[in-house]
C-alpha cells in the first residue's frame, strides 16, 4: 500500500512537471471536467464526504500514459504483438463504465420526469425530487468527463497503431461536451421564434442520416470533410442514433468542432412505426442546404426522397461500397 501511494505521489509530480511545459489540459478536458455543481456528497453513510471533480490536466496525461506505457513496455519484446489487444482492452473499460454511467443517468432523467409528473406538494416528495435531480446532474458530469477519457485514449492508441479504435457492436461517440451540441427540440423553437444563438447557430444546416450497421468511420468522414470544405460554417443536422452513422458523424462533429443539432425521435408522440417518418419531415421543415445519408432502413431511404422534393440532392454512401443504388 505505500509503494502505492508513493506511486501517486511520483505521477502527480510528474503531471505537474509535464503540464508546467505543455500548458493546461485540451479543450476538451477543460471542458468535460469542468463541473457546475460546487461539491458533491459522495459515499454511503457516515463515510460521506464532499468532493469535487479530478484535475483535468492530471487525467488527460494519466490517461495518456496508462495507454503509452502498455506499448513501450513490450515494444521490441516477444509480447509486443500482445500490446494492441490489451491497450484495446483497456480502452473499452473506459467505454464500458462510461456507458453504464450514461445508462444511469438516463434512469435518473426518468425518475425525475415521473417525480414531476406525480408532484404533490408534500416536503417528502421535494426532498426525493431534489435527491434524484442531484443525482441526475453528479451522473451527467461523470459520464461526459468518463466518455471523454475514453475518446483520449482512442486518440493515443489511433497515434500508436495507426487504426482507430472501435467498440464491439457499438460506434465511439464523442463526448457531447466536447464541442457544441443543440437538441433538435431546442432547434426547432429556437427556429420557430426566430432566435439566433445558443440553440439555433448561424450557418447552412447540412442533413445526415446513417443506420446502425456502420463500423467504417471513412467514407462518413470523408463525406463530411468534402461537404465542409464547401461550407466552412455548416451546422450538422443528425438524426440522433448513438450508433452506426449517427455517431460516426458526431465524432466527425467533435473532431472538427462543427456545431451539432440531434433531432432524435418522438415515438412517446408519434410511436414507433410514423416517428421516424415524422422526424424527416421536421428535417424538409427545417430548410437545409444540403445533405449526406448513409445506407440504412427504410428511414433512411424515405429521408432521401423527402430531401430530393426540396430540391436537395443528397450524398449517398452505400455500406458495401460501390454505387449507391439503394435509395433511387
Not at 77 to 95: D, M, N, P, Q, Y
Not at 202 to 220: C, E, K, T, Y
Request: proline content about 3%; hydrophobic content about 40%.
Amino acid at each position: 500500500m505505500a509503494q502505492f501511494k508513493r506511486s501517486i505521489r511520483d505521477f502527480k509530480d510528474i503531471a505537474a512537471l509535464i503540464a508546467e511545459e505543455t500548458g493546461q489540459a485540451n479543450d476538451n478536458f477543460a471542458t468535460a471536467f469542468a463541473s457546475d455543481l460546487d461539491g458533491v456528497r459522495v459515499g454511503r453513510g457516515e463515510e460521506e464526504l464532499t468532493t469535487d471533480m479530478p484535475d483535468a490536466t492530471e487525467v488527460q496525461l494519466a490517461v495518456e500514459l496508462i495507454i503509452t506505457t502498455v506499448f513501450d513496455v513490450l515494444r521490441d519484446t516477444r509480447l509486443e504483438s500482445a500490446a494492441e489487444r490489451i491497450a484495446w482492452g483497456v480502452i473499452f473499460s473506459f467505454h464500458r463504465v462510461a456507458d453504464q454511467w450514461a445508462a444511469q443517468a438516463d434512469k435518473a432523467t426518468r425518475d425525475v420526469q415521473d417525480l414531476l409528473g406525480t408532484a404533490d406538494g408534500s416536503e417528502i416528495h421535494s426532498v426525493e425530487l431534489e435527491r434524484v435531480h442531484d443525482l441526475l446532474e453528479l451522473l451527467d458530469e461523470g459520464a461526459d468527463a468518463l466518455g471523454c477519457m475514453r475518446d483520449h485514449a482512442t486518440e493515443v492508441f489511433h497515434a500508436e497503431t495507426g487504426r482507430p479504435w472501435s467498440a464491439p457492436k457499438a460506434t465511439l461517440v464523442s463526448s457531447k461536451r466536447t464541442h457544441a451540441v443543440i437538441q433538435g427540440t431546442d432547434y426547432l423553437a429556437a427556429r420557430r421564434q426566430k432566435r439566433i444563438g445558443q440553440h439555433h447557430p448561424a450557418g447552412p444546416l447540412v442533413a445526415f442520416s446513417g443506420g446502425r450497421q456502420w463500423s467504417d468511420f471513412r467514407p462518413i468522414w470523408k463525406a463530411l470533410d468534402e461537404m465542409k470544405a464547401i461550407r466552412p460554417t455548416m451546422v450538422l443536422l443528425t438524426t440522433a442514433q448513438d450508433r452506426g452513422g449517427d455517431a460516426i458523424a458526431e465524432a466527425w462533429a467533435a473532431r472538427t468542432k462543427t456545431p451539432l443539432v440531434r433531432l432524435g425521435l418522438d415515438v412517446a408522440r408519434w410511436g414507433s412505426k410514423r416517428a421516424g417518418f415524422v422526424r424527416n419531415d421536421q428535417i424538409a421543415r427545417l430548410q437545409p442546404v444540403d445533405g449526406i445519408v448513409a445506407e440504412g432502413s427504410g428511414v433512411q431511404a424515405q429521408l432521401v426522397r423527402v430531401l430530393r422534393s426540396t430540391g436537395i440532392e443528397p450524398t449517398l454512401l452505400s455500406l458495401y461500397g460501390g454505387p449507391a443504388h439503394w435509395a433511387s
